[in-house]
């Protein structure tokens, strides 16, 4: 188990990276307040080393009751920057082929270089504090078009050995009120399935 704290200062990256890869669930969430909480299933799952000649996710995200058709998908590569990681966002250019990467490594190894693409500013860079890690989108200029209107990303991450919380908001463009996501507190997800043992070294 990574919890020594020397080796999770001299290893920001890997730690990062043994941490995220895996499948979480905010069922206690969900069930607990469903009416503001969807039950939804989150997975990082490493990709080869040799995919970015390094340290690289895809990640999906889901609702429990329809996992094959993940709302959300992306790859990541990892860039060390001595106290912070730079995690670098892809979109796919044809996601539907690759739904369910998240639990089968056979649609996983599907995915190749030349299947994404670089969405540039929406970049996530990562810190560690005391005794977690903390992300935060750069900048604001990850535009996303929604319900019309022009927003830029504000997205919010703390991640632990066993938890994801997460906060996604769009705010305009023009006069930064929220648009889009949640009103209500970050979804809160509990690691239900490590894939740590994936992580290429």
């Known amino acids: ?3 020594n704290n020397f080796f999770i200062k001299e290893n920001l ?3 990062l990276a043994y941490w995220l890869a ?5 069922q206690k969430q969900s069930f607990a307040d469903a009416k503001n909480y969807a039950h939804i299933h989150v997975f990082f799952r490493p990709l080869p080393w ?9 990640s999906e995200q889901a609702y429990d009751y329809d996992l094959w058709r993940p709302y959300r998908q992306g790859v990541h590569r990892f860039v060390d920057q001595g106290d912070q990681i730079y995690v670098e966002n892809y979109s796919l250019k044809d996601p539907i082929l690759y739904a369910g990467s998240g639990r089968e490594l056979s649609i996983l190894k599907t995915i190749k270089p030349d299947c994404i693409e670089r969405r ?3 970049s996530m860079i990562f810190r560690w504090e005391e005794n977690l890690f903390r992300g935060n989108v750069e900048g604001n200029c990850c535009l996303i078009e929604k319900y019309g209107k022009q927003t830029y990303l ?3 991450v703390e991640l632990t050995e066993t938890t994801f919380v997460s906060l996604d908001r769009g705010l305009d463009v023009t006069n930064h009120e929220q648009v889009w996501g949640s009103t209500v507190g970050p979804l809160r997800f509990e690691k239900c399935q490590s894939y740590a043992a994936e992580v290429p070294m």
Do not use: K, P, W
């Open 154 to 156: 504000v997205s919010d």
């Open 13 to 15: 990256m890997l730690t």
């Open 120 to 122: 540039y500013n929406c």
């Open 50 to 58: 040799a995919f970015f000649s390094g340290i690289g996710f895809y």
């Open 22 to 26: 895996g499948e979480f669930s905010n």
């Open 1 to 3: 188990m990574l919890t």
